[in-house]
């Protein structure tokens, strides 16, 4: 069974910290990896996406990717309030996407 | 660009009606769409993989005779949930993969079958 993990939270960071997000996927022969952002009642937005070992920048988010650990994190610099959401990490291959259950985040004011 | 717009957004019914929600692709031809489905605080689930021009391929434990998937042109397809029951209620999410982009969502019908 091929599997994305996430840690469900709730996890819970002071404004203009940076939030942390980790994920973990089973499937090796993963070829993309994504970071999506879910508030409640909405559907999922993309944030990030990642195709290759090491660090992807935008903005204030930071994807990184470790294929040899199988392992995709999301780093959110200076959060914000209007962070708060549930964050979706997902692998996919040959068209097939899977998706963690999410992490919630929630930005303490 | 990339943008999947999906309708209606929200849609209440009465058991037993058949409910029909549309996804369309505006600005890019999606040979493949997903269909998801998301019960309150708890992740998607992928329900079935629309396919134009052919067949849908439903996942594990998806009834295809309730969920009703059409994919008949490049930018449209449309998911009808027959015989609704108040236990179908939920988030429907439709999904398309966008080259160099990754997968674009559609904004989501919340139903809510009485």
């Known amino acids: 069974q091929k599997e994305v993990e996430q840690n469900s939270g709730p996890l819970s960071v002071p404004e203009g910290a940076i939030a942390s997000l980790n994920c973990t996927y089973s499937d090796r022969g993963s070829q993309s990896f994504f970071w999506y952002r879910q508030y409640s009642g909405k559907s999922p937005e993309l944030i990030m996406s990642i195709y290759s070992n090491g660090d992807k920048e935008d903005g204030r988010f930071t994807a990184q990717l470790n294929k040899a650990s199988q392992y995709v994190s999301l780093l959110i610099r200076d959060s914000q309030p209007s962070d708060s959401a549930t964050y979706l990490c997902a692998s996919s291959r040959d068209d097939k996407i899977i998706f963690g259950k999410g992490t919630r985040l929630h930005i303490l004011p | 660009g990339a943008v999947v717009s999906q309708h209606p957004s929200r849609v209440i019914c009465k058991s037993g009606t058949s409910v029909k929600i549309e996804c369309r692709s505006l600005?890019?031809?999606?040979?493949?769409m997903f269909w998801y489905r998301q019960f309150p605080k708890k992740s998607l689930m992928l329900m079935a993989t629309s396919n134009e021009g052919s067949k849908a391929t439903y996942e594990q434990g998806v009834e295809k005779d309730k969920f009703l998937i059409n994919h008949a042109s490049l930018t449209l397809s449309t998911l009808t949930v027959t015989s609704a029951h108040p236990e179908d209620s939920s988030f429907y999410i439709c999904s398309a993969r966008v080259l160099r982009y990754g997968y674009t969502f559609g904004s989501g019908t919340r139903l809510t079958v009485v």
């Open positions: 600005d890019f031809q999606a040979t493949t």
